[in-house]
């Protein structure tokens, strides 16, 4: 089954930029979804189709996909961004036909 | 406004049955593919089980075949998972979640989930 690997923990410092990967067998040619979690809550949707963002998502968050590896990036970090970060592709040939990554807690320093 | 609300976890016993339930509203429910997607404590994300709109595609996770059903009720807006053998690497939350259109690559809205617990 298609494996995505995320780094465990990024930390960053507010008003810098955090940048979360993704990585996957040629990631590039399939499209990548991100989730922001805060404790206790549901996922919701921050980047759809490897770039896009859904209305009411700051402009903050962006996303790229190339090769092996997809990236968020979000820039000119708040307090409140502090969260778990998750990736997700459809993959027609894995037994989970939605893939998870393993997640990122992103930190706030 | 799409909503979503998860109803049914509770404590069971290893090998035991639950139904989970997920309330609708707010959009046309028959229109739309429905996912449920779980969380273990401390853990990630795990996609379970999907049911296309009239309930003619039925998907499942290799960790839940054969243990776990997913129906649909149209009429009443509803969505369904019956957990059946449960095991302890069940207990998680259970989330409902619907992609943007019917058949969608992702998940725009989610519930807020409700927790399985299997312990003796």
């Known amino acids: 089954s298609y494996v995505l690997t995320q780094p465990p923990s990024v930390s960053v410092a507010p008003g810098k930029t955090a940048r979360i990967t993704c990585g996957g067998n040629n990631i590039g040619s399939k499209s990548v979804h991100w989730y922001q979690q805060k404790p206790g809550q549901a996922p919701v949707l921050v980047i759809y189709y490897d770039s896009d963002r859904p209305s009411g998502i700051p402009e903050r968050f962006s996303g790229s996909n190339s090769g092996n590896t997809a990236t968020l990036t979000i820039s000119r970090v708040e307090a409140g961004d502090e969260a778990d970060y998750y990736c997700q592709v459809w993959d027609s040939s894995s037994d989970h036909l939605w893939v998870f990554g393993g997640g990122t807690k992103l930190t706030v320093l | 406004e799409v909503q979503l609300v998860e109803s049914g976890g509770g404590l069971v016993k290893p090998g035991g049955s639950l139904r989970l339930s997920c309330a609708a509203s707010?959009?046309?429910?028959?229109?739309?593919?429905m996912n449920w997607v779980r969380q273990a404590p401390g853990k990630g994300l795990e996609w379970v089980s999907s049911i296309s709109s009239s309930s003619s595609y039925i998907y499942y996770a290799d960790s839940v075949k054969g243990r776990f059903t997913i129906s649909r009720d149209n009429a009443k807006n509803s969505l369904y998972l019956q957990m059946n053998s449960l095991r302890a690497e069940d207990t998680a939350v259970y989330y409902c979640?619907?992609?943007?259109?019917?058949?969608?690559?992702?998940?725009?809205?989610w519930g807020q989930g409700t927790l399985v617990t299997v312990s003796s």
């Open positions: 979640a619907r992609g943007p259109t019917a058949g969608a690559e992702y998940f725009q809205h």
């Open positions: 707010g959009f046309t429910f028959s229109s739309y593919s």
